[in-house]
C-alpha cells in the first residue's frame, strides 16, 4: 500500500528566509502525481505546486519549488522569501495515475505546521 | 463563481441522531468527493462521484452515504451519528478525475459528536 510520511509535525522561521518541508513517500509505481497542498487557518485547502512523477524537471510556481528525487521517493518543499501569509498547514499528497474511472486513489501526509514569524 | 460551498459550517450531534452535510459547486465540474480530516492527520476519502447519478466508495466510506441527483450538488449524509465521526468534512470538486489536475475545496464542516 502507498504511504506519505511528513516527518517535521511543525516549522518554524523568520519571514524572508527559505524553508525546506520534507515529503517521502513508499510506492510500487512508476508513473504517478506528486502534490502539495496548503491549508491556512481559515481552513481552506488551496494546492500550492504538483509534480508528474515522469517529468525530470522540478516543478516551480514562483516561490514555491520541489525537489524531486524519483529513486529516493522524496518530494520536499521549498519557499523561498517567506511571507507571513504562508503560515499554514502544509500537506503533501501522492497519486496512483490510474486512468480514467474508479479505483481513484489519493494519499495523504499528516502534515506540517508551518509557522512564519515577523 | 463561487467555487465549493459547503453547509453547515458547525454542528453538533448527539449519538445516533443524523444530517446531512450539503455541498455545492458552481463550476460545472464532473468530479466531486468527500473527505474527512482528523486532528493531526491527512485527509480521507470517504465517497466521490464521477458524474450525476454515479459514486464509489473511497478509503472510509462506513457510516455514509451519498448521491448525486445533479452535477452542481453531492449530500453527504449520516446515519446515527457516532463519536467517532467527529471530523472536519470537506468537499471537493474537480474538472476531471484528480490525475494532474487541481481540487478544488470547500471550507469545510466541523462536525462534533457527543
Known amino acids: 500500500a502507498q504511504t506519505v510520511t511528513q516527518s517535521q509535525p511543525e516549522m518554524s522561521v523568520q519571514e524572508a528566509e527559505t524553508v525546506t518541508l520534507s515529503c517521502t513517500y513508499d510506492?510500487?509505481?512508476?508513473?504517478?502525481?506528486l502534490f502539495w497542498y496548503k491549508q491556512p487557518p481559515s481552513r481552506q485547502m488551496i494546492l500550492v505546486i504538483r509534480?508528474?512523477?515522469?517529468k525530470q524537471q522540478n516543478a516551480t510556481e514562483n516561490r514555491f519549488s520541489v525537489n524531486f528525487q524519483k529513486a529516493a521517493k522524496s518530494f520536499s518543499l521549498k519557499i523561498s522569501d517567506s511571507q507571513l501569509g504562508d503560515t499554514a498547514m502544509y500537506f503533501c499528497?501522492?497519486?496512483?495515475?490510474?486512468?480514467?474511472?474508479?479505483?481513484?486513489?489519493?494519499?495523504w501526509g499528516a502534515g506540517t505546521k508551518l509557522i512564519i514569524k515577523p | 463563481n463561487a467555487g465549493v460551498t459547503q453547509t453547515p459550517k458547525f454542528r453538533i450531534l448527539k449519538i445516533g441522531q443524523s444530517m446531512t452535510l450539503q455541498c455545492t459547486q458552481d463550476?460545472?465540474?464532473?468530479?466531486m468527493y468527500w473527505y474527512r480530516q482528523d486532528p493531526g492527520m491527512g485527509l480521507k476519502l470517504i465517497y466521490y462521484?464521477?458524474?450525476?447519478?454515479?459514486?464509489d466508495k473511497g478509503e472510509v466510506p462506513n457510516g455514509y452515504n451519498v448521491s448525486r441527483s445533479t452535477t452542481e450538488d453531492f449530500p453527504l449524509r449520516l446515519e446515527l451519528a457516532a463519536p467517532s465521526q467527529t471530523s472536519v468534512y470537506f468537499c471537493?470538486?474537480?474538472?476531471?478525475?484528480?490525475?494532474?489536475?487541481?481540487?478544488?475545496f470547500g471550507p469545510g464542516t466541523r462536525l462534533t459528536v457527543l
Open positions: 510506492t510500487s509505481e512508476s508513473n504517478y502525481y
Open positions: 471537493a470538486s474537480s474538472y476531471v478525475l484528480i490525475s494532474y489536475n487541481e481540487q478544488f
Open positions: 463550476m460545472n465540474h464532473n468530479y
Open positions: 509534480q508528474e512523477a515522469y
Open positions: 462521484s464521477v458524474g450525476a447519478g454515479i459514486t
Open positions: 499528497a501522492f497519486m496512483k495515475h490510474e486512468g480514467r474511472g474508479s479505483n481513484y486513489q489519493l494519499i
